[in-house]
């Protein structure tokens, strides 16, 4: 017969073991995202004058407004986490850091428009790996404000702990990409 005991071993068991593949998740995560990047680096570096007129068809104020927005979502994020931490309500949140990964979506789609009426797509290797990389991430920005609107449907603490803390890699991959993409 289940002890009290064995069930809050097995509990713990369980959370760890959730923690961990949260942790490698997260960190797969970046090093995918790391090796896209550094094969952005490595492009630009190898074809300067070529990254230049690349670099002239994107729209830097676009993705810095973008910069803030995820800032700003992620903030709710941890308000969430920090709120749930103390029993208090978590939907706000959790609803307006989806939200606000909902207007990055919409802000990142209008930069892509802008950028195939300039003909940035024909700009070669660098143009398909920008589109693969910001692609990939706007996917993920995507998944990640359906989840936290999931989360915020029913949130429990570890649900908002691991979207949160999902939320804060999809922010950080973000915070790296601007710079080496936009202003490098």
């Known amino acids: 017969m289940a002890t009290t005991d064995d069930f809050s071993m097995a509990t713990a068991q369980g959370k760890e073991a959730d923690s ?6 997260v960190w797969s995560e970046l090093a995918v995202f790391g090796a896209l990047l550094v094969a952005f ?10 990254a230049a007129l690349f670099r002239s068809h994107l729209h830097p104020g ?9 800032v700003l979502s992620g903030w709710q994020a941890a308000l969430a986490v920090r709120l749930g931490a103390e029993g208090r309500p978590v939907r706000r949140p959790l609803v307006l850091a989806a939200l606000l990964g909902l207007v990055f979506v919409a ?11 300039a003909g940035i797509g024909g700009l070669g290797a660098l143009a398909e790996l920008y589109f693969l990389v910001t692609g990939f991430h706007l996917l993920h920005v995507v998944f990640g404000a359906a ?5 915020a449907r029913r949130p429990s603490q570890a649900n908002v702990v691991m979207i949160a803390t999902l939320w ?11 710079p080496i993409v936009y202003l490098t």
């Open 107 to 117: 802000v990142k789609i209008f930069e892509y428009t802008l950028e195939a009426r």
């Open 147 to 151: 989840i936290l609107l999931l989360v």
């Open 168 to 178: 804060h890699a999809i922010d950080l991959v973000w915070l790296v990409m601007f």
């Open 62 to 70: 676009l993705a810095a407004a973008n910069t803030i927005i995820l």
């Open 20 to 25: 961990l593949l949260l942790w490698i998740l």
């Open 41 to 50: 680096m490595v492009l630009t570096m190898m074809d300067m004058e070529g």
